[in-house]
């Protein structure tokens, strides 16, 4: 990446194609009672890139995702998305307008199968009535199928095909995340939140879920906004970097800039990663 | 200014009911912070106490109901009777031994299950223990005395019919389960605030699996949790036995507690006396203001209607815990 | 290997979602529904249909209203004999007031009916959770039935406030009213059962089925991926208020004939309804017929074997037998805490690697 | 032999009143099976099924039994009997109701197989307020008296006839409904204390008696000021309120305490061969002298059932029969060992529920124990008759019955 | 250095079963020993078993309708299968759960103190002990009065770590301490774990998946795999050992490899069918 780039977007050096602002925070604040858990932060997300948002733990990262998805609303700023400031929302009109996340505390569905869990990441685009899904008759059954050839897609492309009809509860830790990931891609969203979509994970884990990071950038275009505590994934992923601590930002950049900014080191990395 | 007077002496009658019903709902609140088990069975385990300590001060013979349908006998009663607080003693040592068997036979087996399961398992209990107290003790209604005053205090009636020119209703019953209620609240709450026990009942509460991990004894607490809401139950079963007879409605009363739990939260000891105090000056002042307007008897759903109001404004009554909602 | 499904290979979507996608499965519920409707209906009599086929088929249309709620949305309710009684009065009134209407529409309607006054009580779960929840359907339960007892209008007037069904009938026979035979009622209620339980089935496998679920597995994370928790309580409000005014009206018309608010729908029925979901399973359509046979047959099992084989005093017996019933539902949590439906699935499970342990 | 199955409670919460009903129902007729081999030679079954006074489980056990032979049904609850009433009609049971039940159905003509005599609840809300103008020389002008009743359809049945009273006799009525159970009832006592009726009539049943003569003494309402139904006056209601229930009155339609010769046959029979119900426990109460006294009735009419069929083995029909010629009059109930014990009965096909006659009893604290204090007085049918007539009319109508011809 | 072979076998799992539900069979045979004072790791993918192998070690697998069936498990030489865990952690032995299981509605220092429970040296002790938590955590001395339940995940963390440490453990069981940590906290936590090692005496078996800091910081691993121990040996060792090194620690021949390099579909190689 480069500073070269411009509103309408650059080409980043593997060739792929970010373009303009996507979603800009403006000034977000959001206090719990004493607790300021984001102090006047401000900063942009592009269309098609892959944003990564690090900080120590506490810094207030789940927090600024929860203000993206609609869940806390901040005390103060404002949050545009695709050129239009959002006004107060519910989380799930958010979901509504392209955004779907996944949780830093797995948060699946657990009494329903993975192929059911994935299926509600489609909710929003199933819309026969209540008669024709009462009778099971017309448009519920056509939609079911076909939303459920959407679904299988997704199955395979995140290569969880043995597992659909398993309860999720049952599944290890790694699964699930997966199962996460695929049901937030299921609503085909624009902006696709994970927050530490990699913890818990072996490195062998780790390269599976990048692998399918990037894809899902690649093949669908969908912009990523990433928290992640493991360097050497935000640093290879990431095409910038926004650095909390304390609420505060610290850093943003290129992972490049961000990897030897002193503040950073001191306040996150310790040493620096090579 | 008739009215006032009226109301005034229904306010305070209310208070007093409201601190009967906290009685009740105290040994819920209990169990709920130290297992998050919600004791359905919390108003037959009053019934028992009251139905033992009777049982024990009349020298019945406990299942002779049984035995002479089993054998043909003609048992009833040992013949003799019980000093008043030697029984209370002795239904005490009953219902520790009852949480003990309770914990063993039911709780232990449930560990980490869903709160509704645990929720209906003490419905279950709740049938047990009513079947048991009728097969030990019977079912014919039985008085209750162990030397608690009861009917109008005088010198209240005579002090405030001279303020107001009409004598407040005071029942002398009312004021010692007051006086009793304020004793075992403090108590409980110094209990769970500051001592070691009382801090690993609530850690249990939150999480069965961590509090083991760190070495609380699940059943320990539990035998000690319910030990205590099973002297509470007895406190209870006391007061209202004394006031109507001790017989099967008596577990009944614990619909009563419901809603003064619900206001003032399952988890705080206080709440359980601010909420009965809510909910019967509340339900009596609604009986005596707009009751006639609606043709009465609107006690059992009121006090349930107000608490819910209550609840809209704080999910979590008025002095439970915060309920964390988190991702 | 009693139990197979290997060999039962799906080709369409289509075939993969059906109800009982395992052809072993298929039989049995086929065979299930044969004898419902070809071989019971000639041999029930009374007794057998008052005391045990009858409010088996009413409990289960509850149970399932029920589960529909608490099971597969999650909101624990307590308020399930009221609304049985908004079904029972509406289809009281209804009866009363449209004479000529079939007893079928009235008894559609009074679920309609109960849908609208479910909702209402239902929107307090948009604030309140859990126990706090379950505490305030009370609200529902005393204030619905105290308003029943105090209104005129809802009994006609009548000197006492009973209710009583007059006769009605389906196709020339009567369904309701002293005259009904026991295939009748029978029929009736085993026509709306296996109505609801297709339409349950269909809602909970579809959109609004998985909406409920989410908002029950976890709301937050529901909400934020997109389901509006308004539309998705209410619904499940509506819905399961509809199943239970339903249970209510055949309860009162069918069934027992005559009522009285307080005692026919008081919080016992409640506390009934909802053993039966939970001795069944939760979020388990089979689980709430489980659920239902368990609870309608199991007192009457007792009651039969310790007065009329052991000969014991009624008395002594019904003390007894509230013990064993408690123990039992103690037991059976202890078991299997997922109810009926997790043990018949577990079963199956075990079955399908018969004769190998694992 | 002839089957009368016991429909009782003995559990739940009425359960403590029911158990005593029931025995008493159970002894009789096992005192005619002990002492005289039965009634014209056919013994009596008493096969007993509890209801838990739960509506449900009361047609369980109606259906469970009527196949048996059963020829009458007498389940102690409003709510079952108002189950059973459609039922019997078409199995042709007999259902013998005194002293609760559907009150109209003491029209004959239109429920002809329910039987409610000697008296049914608008008798008594008319026989105490006949009390209470012989208390007051005939005036009750300016008087109040308050209804304390059980919120239920038992509890709201008399309202009708003493709103109908109050018009004709000048006093004022107010009502004050009490939620079951009833063990809470300050507010309704409260009220009281301010609005100071002179009388208080109750409907009560279960605790709600108890808490209501309890909360009475506490607010010192003057207990011979305050009468109860039958239903709410036997010595469970009484006994746990101590001294301070003395003086407290309740209608009867049957003797009180055991005072009678067949009492000693019950002890000679039962008690002393161990066949009396749980051990003859509760012999005498009041609650047992009625369940007793249904016993009697019910075996006064198989008697003339089996006299006008002219067969011992009689069907439900014949009974129903015998229910119809039925007469009981002071010299029969001597003979039966129960002298003065209840009304005089007299039923034809039009009226089921005889002369209505009922008697005040008053509790005498100290002896432990009732004490007649009326003789048997009649209700005043001017004001009952057309009530009982428009409502059994509403129900004929409702149900699609056409009044028989008598 | 450290050296297991000469040190006393504190606990030693033999051969066992672990069984679901009493349907899913997930441990399938795992033996282990864990020296007195060492750090033991264990490593593995995801549903590998290792915290089912942990909670078999202090008993916590009934309250999840897990049991152990075949099999013994033994520290200091007896037998704990019939200990309750409370018995448990007063013979020295306790265990961090995976996912945290705070105490959310305690505040931190109460959660920190439930953790002296069985303890019975008296409060100055236990005063002590908290500041020496306070002081390996200085972050938590900051939140102490505030609820466990909004404190953030990392917070989290360190909360159950000091909560075990205020039981004066013996043997402390650690299932992944590293999850969701910032990277400059897993070195301080690990740096944690060696220090109380080392100065306390601590015996630590760990479950981790961050293989590359547990093997820097024990001085055994086992891997499992598929509820089997496929692999054990000297931590120093199983560094070197080329599949580790490319399954586990992500490195190629020529170094670390990038994440960005391995969207190529690459087929596994497993030691297991
Ligand atoms: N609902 C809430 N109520 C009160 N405080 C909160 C709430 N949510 C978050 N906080 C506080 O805000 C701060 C930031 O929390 P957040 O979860 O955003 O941290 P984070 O950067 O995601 O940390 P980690 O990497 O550990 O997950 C924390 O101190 C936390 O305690
Ligand atoms: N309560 C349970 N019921 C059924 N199966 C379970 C249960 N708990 C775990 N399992 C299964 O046991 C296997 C091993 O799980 P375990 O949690 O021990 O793995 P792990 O090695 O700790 O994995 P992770 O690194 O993801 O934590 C998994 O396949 C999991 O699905
Ligand atoms: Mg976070
Ligand atoms: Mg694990």
């Not at chain 4, 305050?226 to 209608?251: Q, R, T």
């Not at chain 5, 078999?56 to 019939?82: F, P």
């Amino acid at each position: 990446m480069n500073q070269l780039a411009t509103e309408e977007g650059y080409v980043t050096a593997d060739g792929r194609q970010i373009g303009g602002t996507l979603m800009e925070m403006k000034n977000i604040t959001l206090r719990f009672g004493g607790v300021v858990a984001i102090k006047d932060i401000s900063f942009d997300i592009r269309q098609g890139e892959i944003r990564a948002i690090i900080g120590p733990n506490g810094a207030g990262k789940s927090s600024m995702l929860n203000v993206i998805s609609g869940f806390y609303v901040p005390q103060e700023g404002e949050v545009w998305f695709k050129g239009y400031r959002r006004g107060p929302m519910k989380p799930y009109e958010v979901a509504r307008l392209g955004i779907a996340r996944t949780f830093q505390n797995i948060a699946l569905f657990d009494g329903m199968s993975v192929l059911d869990n994935i299926m509600t990441g489609r909710l929003n685009r199933m819309k026969a009535g209540f008669l024709s899904q009462a009778l099971w008759w017309g448009a519920a059954e056509r939609e079911e199928i076909a939303n459920r050839e959407q679904v299988e897609k997704i199955i395979d492309f995140l290569e969880i095909q043995n597992i659909r009809k398993t309860p999720v509860g049952r599944l290890p830790y790694g699964l699930k995340k997966r199962v996460e990931l695929a049901r937030a891609l299921a609503a085909e969203p624009q902006l696709l939140l994970l927050d530490e979509p990699m913890a818990g994970m072996n490195v062998e884990e780790k390269e599976d879920m990048s692998r399918f990071i990037l894809d899902v950038n690649d093949e669908f275009g969908t912009t990523i906004a990433l928290i992640e505590h493991d360097m050497g994934v935000v640093m290879d992923l990431s095409d910038r970097v926004v650095v909390m601590d304390y609420g505060r930002k610290i850093g943003d950049g290129t992972p490049d800039e961000v990897r030897n900014n002193q503040e950073v080191i001191d306040a996150y990395l310790g040493v620096s990663h090579d | 200014m008739d009215q006032l007077v009226f109301a005034a002496e229904v306010f305070l009658n209310g208070l007093m009911t409201g601190v009967m019903y906290a009685l009740v709902a105290l040994g819920f609140v209990l169990i709920f912070k130290a297992s998050g088990v919600f004791n359905y069975a919390q108003g037959v385990l009053a019934l028992f106490a009251a139905l033992t300590l009777v049982g024990i001060q009349q020298g019945q013979v406990p299942f002779a109901h049984l035995i002479n349908a089993m054998l043909g006998t003609h048992i009833s009663s040992f013949g003799w009777t019980v000093p008043a607080l030697l029984a209370i003693l002795l239904t005490a040592g009953v219902m520790v031994l009852l949480a003990f068997l309770i914990e063993k036979l039911v709780l232990q087996h449930l560990v980490g299950q869903e709160p509704i399961i645990l929720f209906m398992a003490t419905i279950g209990l709740a049938y047990f223990l009513e079947g048991l107290g009728d097969v030990m003790w019977g079912a014919d209604i039985k008085t209750l005395d162990v030397g608690l005053p009861q009917g109008i205090s005088d010198g209240i009636e005579a002090v405030t019919g001279e303020w107001f020119g009409y004598g407040f209703f005071i029942d002398r019953l009312d004021i010692w389960a007051t006086i009793i209620a304020a004793l075992l609240v403090a108590a409980l709450v110094a209990f769970s605030q500051y001592t070691k026990q009382g801090r690993a009942m609530r850690a249990v509460a939150d999480d069965h699996q961590a509090a083991l991990s760190v070495g609380i004894s699940l059943r320990f607490i539990w035998v000690m949790v319910w030990s205590i809401a099973g002297f509470v139950a007895l406190v209870a079963g006391i007061m209202w036995g004394t006031k109507s007879g001790v017989q099967f409605s008596l577990s009944l009363i614990a619909l009563k507690a419901l809603p003064v739990l619900m206001l003032g939260g399952f988890t705080s000891i206080p709440g359980a006396i601010i909420g009965g105090l809510i909910i019967g000056v509340g339900e009596k002042l609604f009986e005596f203001l707009i009751g006639p307007m609606v043709g009465g008897a609107t006690e059992n759903w009121f006090a349930y209607v107000l608490a819910l109001l209550f609840l809209v404004f704080r999910p979590q009554g008025l002095f439970g815990e915060r309920i964390i909602e988190r991702v | 290997m009693l139990y197979r499904e290997a060999g039962d290979f799906k080709t369409s979507y289509r075939d993969d979602g059906q109800t009982f996608p395992i052809r072993l499965d298929r039989w049995g519920y086929y065979i299930v529904l044969a004898v419902a409707f070809g071989i019971i209906p000639f041999i029930i009599n009374d007794y057998w249909a008052s005391a045990v086929f009858v409010p088996f088929l009413i409990y289960a249309v509850a149970a399932l209203g029920l589960n529909i709620l608490t099971g597969y949305a999650g909101q624990v309710s307590l308020g399930t004999g009221g609304f049985m009684a908004v079904g029972a009065y509406a289809v009281y009134k209804l009866m009363t007031a449209f004479p000529d209407v079939s007893i079928v529409i009235h008894i559609l309607l009074a679920g309609g009916v109960t849908a609208i006054v479910g909702m209402l009580f239902g929107l307090p779960s948009l604030r309140i959770k859990g126990f706090y929840l379950a505490v305030a359907t009370l609200a529902a339960q005393f204030f619905l039935v105290w308003l029943f007892n105090k209104v005129p209008w809802f009994y006609n007037y009548s000197a006492s406030g009973q209710i009583n069904a007059p006769e009605r009938t389906v196709l020339g026979w009567a369904v309701t009213g002293p005259a009904t035979s026991a295939t009748a009622k029978y029929l009736i209620c085993l026509c709306f059962v296996v109505a609801l339980a297709w339409v349950a089935r269909n809602l909970t496998r579809g959109t609004l089925g998985r909406k409920w679920m989410a908002i029950r597995d976890m709301d937050i994370a529901a909400e934020i991926i997109g389901v509006n928790p308004l539309t998705a309580k209410l619904s499940a409000f509506a819905v399961s208020s509809f199943f239970i005014g339903v249970a209510g009206a055949l309860l009162f018309a069918v069934y027992l004939g005559a009522a009285e608010v307080g005692e026919a729908f008081g919080i016992n029925k409640s506390f009934l309804v909802l053993f039966m979901i939970i001795i069944g399973g939760l979020g388990s359509i089979f689980g709430a017929f489980a659920g239902a046979a368990f609870m309608v047959m199991l007192p009457v099992l007792l009651k039969n074997v310790l007065v009329g084989s052991l000969g014991w005093p009624t008395d002594l017996a019904a003390h007894i037998e509230l013990m064993i019933v408690g123990a039992l539902i103690v037991i059976f949590l202890i078991v299997e805490p997922h109810g009926l439906a997790r043990l018949w699935a577990l079963t199956k499970e075990k079955l399908r690697l018969w004769p190998f342990p694992h | 032999d002839l089957v009368v199955p016991n429909l009782s409670y003995r559990t739940g919460p009425y359960g403590a009143n029911g158990t005593q009903y029931a025995d008493g129902f159970n002894d009789y007729f096992a005192l005619l099976n002990e002492r005289d081999g039965g009634i014209g030679g056919e013994m009596i079954q008493v096969p007993e099924c509890e209801t838990a006074y739960n509506t449900e489980k009361g047609v369980e056990c109606y259906e469970s039994t009527k196949d048996s032979g059963a020829l009458v049904y007498n389940p102690l609850s409003t709510g079952i009997t108002y189950q059973l009433i459609p039922k019997v009609s078409v199995d042709k049971k007999v259902l013998y109701t005194p002293g609760y039940g559907r009150t109209s159905a003491k029209n004959g003509k239109v429920f002809e197989w329910v039987f409610n005599a000697p008296a049914n609840y608008w008798d008594g809300a008319s026989v105490a307020i006949k009390y209470l103008l012989d208390e007051n020389g005939g005036d009750l002008s300016g008087k109040k008296v308050a209804l304390v009743f059980h919120n239920s359809a038992y509890g709201k049945e008399p309202i009708r006839t003493l709103e109908g009273l109050a018009e004709k006799h000048g006093f004022e009525l107010s009502q004050i409904p009490v939620d079951a159970p009833g063990q809470e009832q300050k507010s309704q006592w409260l009220q009281i204390r301010r609005d100071k009726p002179d009388y208080v009539i109750m409907y009560g049943w279960g605790v709600m008696n108890q808490a209501a003569i309890q909360e009475a003494a506490n607010i010192r309402f003057p207990m011979e000021n305050f009468i109860g139904i039958w239903w709410s006056g036997s010595e469970v209601d009484v006994l746990p309120v101590g001294e301070k229930a003395n003086g407290y009155k309740a209608l009867t339609f049957n003797g009180v305490g055991m005072d009678y010769p067949v009492y000693d046959d019950i002890k000679t029979h039962l008690i002393e061969t161990g066949k009396a119900s749980q051990g003859g426990e509760h012999v005498g109460s009041v609650l047992y002298s009625r369940g007793m006294y249904a016993a009697v009735v019910i075996s006064e009419a198989i008697r003339k059932a089996q006299e006008v069929a002219g067969t011992s083995a009689i069907s439900p029909e014949q009974l129903r029969e015998g229910f119809e010629q039925l007469e009981i009059t002071p010299e029969r109930l001597a003979e039966i060992g129960l002298p003065d014990f209840g009304p005089e009965i007299k039923m034809s096909c039009d009226n089921h529920g005889g002369s209505g006659m009922a008697r005040l009893q008053q509790w005498d604290a100290s002896a432990k124990q009732w004490n007649l204090i009326t003789e048997f007085t009649e209700p005043d049918q001017e004001i009952i008759a057309p009530l009982i007539q428009q409502d059994s009319e509403a129900y004929a109508a409702e149900s699609g019955i056409t009044p028989r011809d008598c | 250095m450290f050296d297991a072979e000469s040190r006393e076998t504190l606990l030693e799992v033999n051969n066992i079963e672990v069984i679901y539900n009493h349907v899913i069979l997930v441990l399938k045979g795992v033996s282990l020993s864990v020296p007195k004072g060492g750090i033991t790791a264990l490593l593995g993918g995801n549903g590998a078993g290792k915290t089912t192998t942990l909670k078999a070690i202090s008993n916590l697998l009934a309250s999840e309708r897990g049991e152990v069936t075949k099999g013994s498990i033994t520290y200091r030489g007896s037998r704990v299968a019939d200990l309750n865990p409370a018995a448990l952690v007063k013979r020295g032995v306790i265990q961090v759960m995976e996912g945290r299981h705070c105490f959310e509605h305690l505040t931190v220092e109460e959660n920190l103190l439930t953790g002296a429970y069985t303890r019975s040296d008296g409060q100055a002790a236990i005063k002590r002990d908290l500041e020496m938590v306070y002081d390996y955590f200085p972050r938590l001395r900051e939140r102490r009065k505030s609820q466990a339940g909004y404190t953030s995940g990392g917070e989290q963390q360190m909360v159950a770590m000091g909560r075990a440490l205020m039981s004066r453990p013996e043997t402390i069981l650690l299932d992944e301490p590293s999850m969701g940590l910032a990277p400059q906290l897993v070195e301080q936590i690990f740096e944690i774990v060696k220090a109380v090692n080392e100065g306390e005496g601590v015996t630590f078996l760990l479950a981790e998946q961050n293989t590359n800091v547990a093997l820097r910081y024990a001085h055994y691993g086992y891997i499992l795999e598929n509820g089997r121990v496929v692999m054990d040996g000297p931590a120093a060792a199983l560094r070197e050992n080329p599949d580790v090194k490319e399954f586990y620690l992500g490195m190629s021949d020529e170094g670390r490899k990038s994440f960005r390099d391995v969207r190529s579909y690459r087929r596994r190689k497993r030691w297991l069918a």
